[in-house]
């Protein structure tokens, strides 16, 4: 062995024999990894979804408070995912079914959101989220969400 194998290498480990028996194939990643990169998706479409909305000429909710109602959409939609169990699908050898679960969980999401905004406007007279806003999201993250499971 050589002194530059000897001065890469760690018990026989090289950095690429490393990285590549690790990092090579993300189709085998574990359940809670798939798990918290769609709840990260979820945030991400909430950001795109505030981008729009704010970009608009559209009047919010002076009493909004952002983080409280951003919050509840990302635990709405990571309890459904649970749910479901969108996570439990392999990435690379999603099925046409891992596409349904992601559909029905996301809708299911967007329709308890939609059923809070309204049962909160008919105690409090206000709404959480602008339906618009709420439409929107559930749209984007869909669509990321389906980009990544395929």
Known sequence: MS??????SFL????ENFFKKRFHN????????????????????????HFIITSLNVKFYENRNFIQSYSLVVVVNALF?????TYA????HSTFIDGVKL??????????????????F?????????TTGLF?????????LFYFEF
């Open 3 to 8: 002194n530059t194998t000897k001065s890469n």
């Open 12 to 15: 026989g480990i090289t950095k």
């Open 26 to 49: 993300f189709g085998y990643l574990p359940r809670w990894i798939i798990f918290a990169i769609d709840v990260a998706i979820v945030c991400i479409s909430i950001l795109i979804t």
């Open 81 to 85: 995912f649970l749910l479901y169990r």
């Open 89 to 92: 699908g392999i990435i690379r």
């Open 103 to 120: 559909l029905v969980s996301t809708t299911t999401s967007y329709l308890v959101l939609l059923t809070i905004n309204y049962s909160w």
């Open 122 to 130: 008919f105690i409090f007279d206000n709404k959480i989220f602008l």
């Open 136 to 144: 929107i999201g559930y749209i984007i993250s869909f669509i990321l």
